[in-house]
């Protein structure tokens, strides 16, 4: 499907069958590998970024909070998405960046090695369904999140996604678009890959950083709201909020703003006011039309 799209690897652009690693590789067999996946939009003067000079200072932060170290720097990967993007001729898209250990370790945990770095630029299709932001229904798993002292929960790391792939699945098996994780102290944390927001009374709540990925689309739509008159709160957030929550809503990279219509049997206005008002303000922002935001763009 992708085949005849180039990779940028570890400095040099190759064909994207070629983008390859052994199946006993660390970042495989262990699950050690970590990423970034950011979107890609067709501006005025050519392909732009949306915020990637947070999504890079999260990928070293990764590498940091795992004890790993990548052997670029975020200038020069900021280069190579700008050359993986303009090789591709990608306009509205995806960026992907992989950092793994590509070497093979048959019963090594620990590597002292620096990690390979890949670089993809995905164009959007149908499959992706980027900006597709219907209404979605959602539960709460029966699985819980990841403990923070278990492993570094802000780190966007390939392993750590099976928790969400657990809750995906008891989701979608019971009927469900999306489950939501509740952490071990009781507190509402996330979806498998997206943040959650409800709006109560006016004001627009999402559960407290520390026990989160630190989602940029999260931070995004919280610096965003006031320019509509929407308060925002980073609070606690009980399961049983969401069942007196007069709107819910999700938001991820692909698609900014997914208004929940259904969460477990009760049915919601979707998208509400605060949620349609928030989803038209996103959209004037990604098409490049609001100036207040136009440093959150990198032009590629």
Partial sequence: MY???SVWLNGRMIPWPEAKVPILSHGLSRGSAIFEIFGTHEGPGGTVAFRMDLHLNRLMRSAEL????IDYSTLQIAEAVAETVRT???GRGLVKIVAYWGEEAVIQLVLNSKLDVAVFAIPSSEELGLDNARPVSACISKWRKLHPETVPVEAKA???YLNGYLARRDANLRGFDVGLLVGTDGFLAEGSVESVFLVKDGVLKTPLP????????RLSILQAAPAIGTPTS???V??????TADEIFLCNTGIKILPVARFEDRTIEAPGPVTRQLMELMQRILSLSDDRY???FSHL
Avoid: V, Y
């Fill in 294 to 296: 136009k440093d959150w």
């Fill in 3 to 5: 085949d005849h799209l």
């Fill in 234 to 236: 980073e609070e606690p």
């Fill in 238 to 243: 009980l399961p049983e909020d969401l069942f």
């Fill in 88 to 90: 591709n001729n990608i």
């Fill in 158 to 160: 390939c392993a750590n």
């Fill in 210 to 217: 520390g026990r989160i990925l630190s989602g940029i689309t």
């Fill in 66 to 69: 795992l004890g790993m170290q």
